[in-house]
């Protein structure tokens, strides 16, 4: 199968629209202060949206049994003007201020330029290369001019706060009208049962094809979206009654969603625009944040490996690619297992885990010491693949201590320090993904063994060694796990 490891977790691909993906934190770190950020007021009436909009043409919302907007619901954020690059980083933050307003009645402090600053360096190309950190490093680049993905704003915020907000849950919520392996194909109503829940949807497109305004209203319809889109937006709402005529190339039905951008005020209709249903949408994803923890250690924060499975290999070459019948065999499959311990006194309220695929299983132990005694075991699932926060029964103090996970099928680690690329809206442009991973702390299990992470040969190992879809993987690196404490 063609490079499987990355196309079972193919929404990262879809959502690292410009580019490719740990830093490492020892110990809990206090709330941090984010940069100050001025923005514009939200909007709290969809009518100032389209002041030039023609209402014996179209009135938006005047159905509710066949609209929904989360700004008339009061959960407006500001529309913000991104620089040539950085729109991951500025949907995220609309989504997760969305989602904390409608959860919490308050609109948080977020600048997406500190998010940024902690996926991406920029570093001189001449001299002697030092890489510090856990994170990508690009030379004598604007970091704000490149693009990314919202599994980099996840790792980013995973274990250490910013202004004292960590991101709790982040949902792939599939493909819409196209496919792409790893990604499961939804529906409209998935789409729209998402934005009710979280109060906006995160979508991948191209802004720049097929928009023309019409009868007032700033519109898209562009077929082509699925394998050319560039940008990251969020979805507010949708009306089923919007004219099917209201696009450059005209609908096969009635029906938009309502798209919020981050080009300020003075483009489209006051920063937002229509989408048609018809137009294919890839890599549709949520992402919300939590200030019940102080913070946490991930030495392996951004998932740049799924690593499957052998018997999920071989179902995926079977099928010709990962498609739905995998997804509904993932829990059948052997479980990858991991294991990281830690040297620190704290107490214990959730650990963070990713999964791959909606509805697989996981199995999470905390253990006392190096691999001692169960202190606590959880299990469960959840309802899409992402990165999920799941909560101890009891809150746990410790001293040094293990956590196991446990995945059918796919495990997610940080992987080994690569030379990529990442991009801007006009070019690639070379970039170094460094990580710190640290013999005797990580491990996987191998027939009943554990095994460091760090070992040159536990790709052979694991039976991986030569295989096209593994060959830049020298090492596993650290899984990616969090560790949380109140």
């Not at 402090?109 to 998010?115: A, F, K, Q």
Request: glycine share 10%; net charge negative; charged share 20%.
């Amino acid at each position: 199968m063609k490079n499987i490891s990355k196309a079972i977790s193919g929404v990262l691909a879809l959502t690292l629209i410009f580019s490719t993906s740990c830093a490492t934190q020892t110990e809990p770190t206090p709330a941090l202060t984010g940069t100050p950020e001025t923005t514009e007021v939200p909007f709290t009436n969809t009518d100032d949206l389209f002041p030039i909009g023609d209402k014996e043409y179209f009135v938006p919302f005047a159905d509710p049994a066949t609209s929904y907007c989360s700004i008339a619901e009061g959960y407006g954020v500001p529309v913000r003007e991104q620089g040539m690059g950085g729109c991951y980083c500025y949907a995220s933050v609309t989504a997760m201020q969305t989602n904390y307003l409608k959860a919490h009645g308050e609109l948080i402090d977020l600048n997406p330029v500190d998010i940024i600053k902690r996926i991406y360096e920029s570093v001189p190309k001449d001299g002697e290369q030092v890489y510090n950190e856990e994170k990508y490093y690009v030379y004598d680049t604007n970091v704000t001019d490149l693009g990314g993905g919202v599994d980099q704003v996840t790792g980013a915020m995973v274990a250490d706060p910013l202004n004292g907000y960590l991101v709790s849950e982040t949902n792939v919520i599939g493909n819409y009208i196209c496919e792409y392996p790893g990604i499961p194909t939804i529906s409209e109503d998935v789409i729209k049962d998402a934005v009710r829940n979280y109060g906006t949807v995160c979508l991948s497109l191209n802004y720049t094809k097929d928009c023309k305004m019409i009868n007032g209203y700033y519109t898209q319809n562009y077929q082509d979206n699925a394998g050319n889109s560039n940008h990251v937006s969020v979805i507010v709402g949708w009306d089923d009654n919007f004219p099917a005529d209201g696009f450059k190339t005209p609908a096969s039905r009635n029906g938009a969603w309502l798209v919020q951008n981050s080009f300020g005020e003075y483009w489209g209709n006051m920063g937002y625009y229509w989408v048609s249903y018809d137009m294919p949408i890839p890599g549709l994803s949520t992402i919300s944040v939590t200030k019940e923890y102080s913070g946490g250690i991930a030495y392996g924060k951004f998932p740049e490996v799924y690593l499957p499975s052998a018997d999920l290999v071989a179902l995926g070459e079977q099928n010709g690619g990962v498609d739905q019948a995998v997804f509904d065999a993932i829990n059948a499959c052997n479980t990858v297992t991991s294991a990281t311990v830690y040297d620190k006194n704290g107490t214990i309220g959730a650990i963070g885990i990713w999964t791959d695929a909606p509805g697989q299983n996981y199995e999470i132990q905390v253990l006392d010491g190096k691999f001692g005694k169960v202190l606590s075991a959880l299990t469960g699932s959840f309802e899409f693949g992402g990165y999920h926060i799941v909560k101890l029964d009891e809150p746990l103090k410790v001293k040094k201590f293990t956590v196991v996970v446990k995945t059918p099928g796919v495990g997610v680690f940080e992987g080994c320090p690569h030379e990529c690329t990442a991009g801007t809206i006009t070019n690639k442009v070379p970039c170094h993904y460094e990580v710190k991973s640290a013999p005797g702390r990580s491990f996987i299990e191998i027939d009943g063994e554990w095994v460091d992470v760090t070992d040159e040969n536990v790709m052979s190992r694991l039976g991986y060694a030569g295989m096209p879809e593994f060959e830049e993987v020298a090492i596993l690196g650290d899984p990616c796990i969090t560790v949380l404490f109140v």
